[in-house]
């Protein structure tokens, strides 16, 4: 699983940041999930190593221009350019109005199925390898965050081992595999969990913007290997981020430490925060590392690789 940040300022774009979007990159099923699309997205796609060719799924957490303008011209530019066979749209009430309006009068027509689905608290998509869900948070207009959990896989099964104990190949390799214990017509208890590695315990990522600090957002983050938290404001800025309902570096910081997260990756910055003025976004880094020290920035095209970890390493951190 693997993060690329194709936007990373609020509001409005700078020279060097656009508006929000991320990429979430599966490999292992060559598909690729964007979360929010902001205004110019599709042009960030073409300057990252992306393949939106693979795209399949877009989460959009609220109907702000910032987190949706972008949406109608990458859907369009992918059904002229014939690479995409499918796209489901996952968002709140009032995004399918959207999309009919913006169709009806550009006189656009997709080449590829669409289908949007609105979303309420609770699972919003889950498939054999992935569930998707969603929580509430607390902004100017109806907004949800997004938790992306990977199922746990089994560990790898060790073939040479049962074979050196003369395990017949066949359905009873099956049942070792899944962890059962068997008995062999000799009367030796085999157990299925000596002959594998310790499971892989999948991963858990989480999107929160835009919101203020919220208990919903620290439930929806929780136990999190990585959370994406908007930062729009700087901790002195804290009343501008209370009226307008947006996080400080500092309260992004506190959901991470309240829910337990492994990572926290700070995002969607006011562009008054830029090089040259009293308040820089290395400022808004000190703020939130004094709570909560495992944070970094994003920045436009950060890619983030999220590590796996087995079950014998998180006994290790208990």
Request: proline share 5%; glycine share 8%; hydrophobic share 35%.
């Amino acid at each position: 699983m693997q993060i690329t940040f194709l936007g990373t300022s609020s509001g409005i774009p700078t020279r060097s940041r656009n508006v929000s979007s991320i990429a979430l990159r599966l490999p292992q099923r060559a598909e690729l999930w964007l979360f929010d699309c902001g205004e110019g997205t599709q042009h960030q796609l073409l300057r990252s190593d992306v393949k939106v060719g693979q795209l399949t799924r877009i989460f959009i957490t609220h109907l702000h221009g910032d987190h949706i303008f972008g949406l109608m011209g990458l859907l369009a530019s992918c059904g002229m350019a014939g690479n995409v066979q499918r796209v489901d749209i996952y968002g709140p009430s009032g995004l399918s109005e959207y999309l009919r309006a913006g169709q009806k009068y550009s006189y656009t027509h997709f080449s590829y199925p669409i289908e949007v689905h609105t979303v309420s608290p609770g699972v919003v998509y889950e498939d054999d390898e992935f569930i998707v869900s969603c929580g509430p948070l607390k902004h100017r207009v109806p907004a949800v965050g997004y938790r992306i959990v990977e199922k746990d896989r089994p560990g790898r099964f060790n073939v040479e081992k049962a074979a050196e104990l003369g395990i017949p190949s066949g359905p009873i390799y099956g049942k070792l595999k899944r962890g059962e214990d068997i008995t062999l017509p000799d009367g030796r208890l085999i157990r299925g969990s000596d002959l594998s590695a310790p499971p892989e315990i999948g991963r858990k990522i989480v999107y929160c913007t835009d919101t203020v600090y919220c208990d919903s957002a620290v439930e929806l983050a929780r136990g999190a290997d990585v959370l994406i938290h908007e930062a729009t404001f700087a901790h002195e800025d804290s009343q501008l981020a209370f009226d307008r309902l947006h996080s400080t570096s500092t309260m992004a910081a506190q959901v991470a430490l309240g829910a337990g997260v492994k990572q926290l990756i700070m995002t969607h910055f006011s562009p008054r925060y830029a090089p040259g003025n009293s308040v820089v976004l290395d400022d808004l880094l000190q703020e939130a590392r004094a709570i909560f020290p495992n944070t970094q920035l994003a920045y436009d095209f950060l890619t983030y690789e999220v590590p796996r970890r087995r079950e014998q390493e998180l006994t290790k951190a208990v």
